[in-house]
């Protein structure tokens, strides 16, 4: 990170509403944080953190001139080029896929709904924790997130001892041992095994790699 001598942190804010933006700027500017640049479009973002190479970029999602996906867009080009930035996402709205794409980026990386910035000490505690490589998640998106993972677990097309024979495959057990934990023969086990896979949808590929794949679909899902 390109942090002053003071600790300071250094952030370019990108904003389409120009009023919220420099709003922002003032706020954070009086909260000691140095505000080095400012971006009213996705492009203007892009050259703004290649020139001032920034600890914190703060972006909307919905940025002209679609007002879509612009800020996304340019977050992930910021975090090829310089993935020691750290990268703060505001939006209007918990959406479940965009956060899942952010949080895969890697380290230092932030996902909070403007609504939610009540507190000026706080929001500034927040960008240096991002800024030194945290991960803060907009606890509504959070409830977001587990709802939607439990709306598609994919063990939920899974009987109960088709459960407990993929619990006992993610043990590193062989059909034999797990039929021995069972008390049913290899032959049985054998059956629930091809039925798991098939309810998972693990496409044909390979015995062993299809089993790797179902033990990853249950640790992911617990």
């Known amino acids: 990170m390109n942090k002053t001598s003071t600790g300071t942190v250094r952030v370019v804010l990108a904003d389409g509403e120009v009023l919220l933006r420099e709003g922002l700027a003032s706020l954070l500017t009086r909260s000691g944080v ?14 703004s953190v290649r020139e001032t190479s920034p600890d914190l970029v703060v972006v909307d999602i919905r940025m002209p001139p679609t007002s ?5 867009d340019a977050v992930k080009v910021i975090r090829d080029e310089l993935p020691e930035t750290g990268v703060l996402v505001l939006s209007a709205h918990a959406d479940v896929e965009q956060a899942m794409e952010l949080l895969a980026s890697g ?4 996902y909070l709904l403007k609504s939610r910035i009540t507190d000026v000490d706080d929001f500034v505690e927040t960008l240096h924790r991002i800024a030194k490589g945290a991960a803060v998640i907009d606890p509504d998106l959070v409830r977001e997130l587990v709802t939607a993972r439990r709306r598609n677990d994919p063990l ?3 009987s109960a001892r088709e459960r407990e024979v993929l ?3 993610a043990q590193g ?4 041992g797990i039929g021995r934990r069972l008390c049913v023969t290899a032959g049985t086990v054998e059956k629930h095994v ?3 896979l098939t309810k998972l949808d693990l496409a ?7 089993r790797v794949l179902a033990v990853v679909a249950y640790l992911e899902a617990r």
């Open 34 to 47: 140095d505000v080095v640049g400012q971006a009213g479009d996705a492009e203007q973002l892009l050259d």
């Open 68 to 72: 879509t996906t612009e800020g996304l």
């Open 107 to 110: 380290q230092g990386i932030g």
């Open 156 to 158: 939920d097309a899974l």
């Open 167 to 169: 619990a006992l495959m």
């Open 173 to 176: 057990r062989s059909n034999m």
């Open 194 to 196: 091809r039925s798991i």
């Open 204 to 210: 044909e590929s390979g015995e062993n790699h299809r």
